[in-house]
Nanobody, 116 residues
Framework: QVHLVESGGGLVETGGSLRLSCAPS????????MGWIRQAPGKQREWVVG???????SYTDSIKGRFTISLDNAKTTVYLQMNSLKPEDTAVYYC??????????WGQGTQVTVSS
């Protein structure tokens, strides 16, 4: 069974930075793509960012120029560097992993809170 382990959330002031990380554990899995969605209080889940095994990235418009997703050299851990954070970035961030068989796995979620 595959589990995604997330870390790096927390509380930061407006304009601050945080870095999230996410890595699979448990059974071996082939990574086709990874990324994050987020859910703010009282709002629907929103896709935020993704990266495929080849390194191609995609970002939702609201974070372009502020967030950067990357894969480590071993292609086993994904990072989300979040700069210039805004209160509207406050949400629970959920990591996902798509394997080569069209299965999607989810992390447990990590809270990001940006104070104004």
């Amino acid at each position: 069974q595959v589990h995604l382990v997330e870390s790096g959330g927390g509380l930061v002031e407006t304009g601050g930075s945080l870095r999230l990380s996410c890595a699979p554990s448990g059974s071996r899995v082939s990574i086709a793509a990874m990324g994050w969605i987020r859910q703010a209080p009282g709002k629907q889940r929103e896709w935020v960012v993704g990266i495929n095994r080849g390194g191609t990235t995609s970002y939702t418009d609201s974070i372009k120029g502020r967030f950067t997703i990357s894969l480590d050299n071993a292609k086993t851990t994904v990072y989300l560097q979040m700069n210039s954070l805004k209160p509207e970035d406050t949400a629970v961030y959920y990591c996902y992993l798509d394997d080569g068989d069209q299965r999607r796995y989810w992390g447990q979620g990590t809270q990001v809170t940006v104070s104004s």
